[in-house]
């Protein structure tokens, strides 16, 4: 049973007193008399009609009716931890590539940052040092581009927090990169 059908179970066993899957206006208000806390039983009745009653027929609500305003709720509340989440995968990103901390991730800082990273080193014994440098240089600098030219809608080589949005939101599955 999912959490919305253990919802609706609640509400049909809390108000529909004759067991017909609909909860008639007397049903509901009868429940509400017999809820200490609740100050203005009609009040709450015509709320609580407002709220689920979505074809406008005042004398019940159906447990659709119901069950279609339980699982909007549930996706609201599905979209809300989403875009916090979104949001906290941002500021991660920027935390780690914005170095100058101002709000902005250019090309330089990120391709400064993966130079320091040893995914980027270049393992061929065959080279010298100084060409194991150039190729390490050459392997960020081409990774910085793949990515740039993926998120940098506006091609300035600058990442906006909304930029990395976009494209976290395309790419849930995207890591924040080389590690450091």
Request: charged fraction near 40%; aromatic fraction near 10%.
């Amino acid at each position: 049973m999912t959490s919305i059908d253990s919802q609706l179970d609640k509400i049909l066993m809390s108000f529909d007193k004759d067991g017909d899957g609909n909860l008639t206006w007397d049903e509901v208000f009868t429940r509400m008399i017999t809820n200490s806390n609740i100050k203005d039983p009609i009040a709450a009745t015509k709320s609580m009609f407002d709220h689920y009653n979505r074809d406008a027929d005042t004398g019940s609500l159906s447990t659709k009716e119901i069950r279609d305003v339980l699982i909007s709720k549930k996706l609201k509340q599905d979209m809300q931890r989403t875009e916090k989440a979104l949001k906290s995968k941002v500021r991660d990103f920027n935390k780690k590539y914005d170095t100058d901390k101002n709000g902005v991730v250019t090309f330089d800082e990120m391709y400064q940052l993966y130079l320091k990273d040893p995914d980027f080193d270049e393992e061929d014994d065959e080279l010298t040092a100084e060409e194991r440098e150039e190729a390490k240089c050459r392997r960020a600098k081409s990774s910085c581009r793949y990515f740039f030219s993926a998120v940098d809608k506006d091609k300035n080589d600058k990442l906006t927090f909304q930029e990395i949005k976009d494209y976290l939101k395309k790419h849930p599955e995207f890591d924040l990169g080389p590690s450091q």
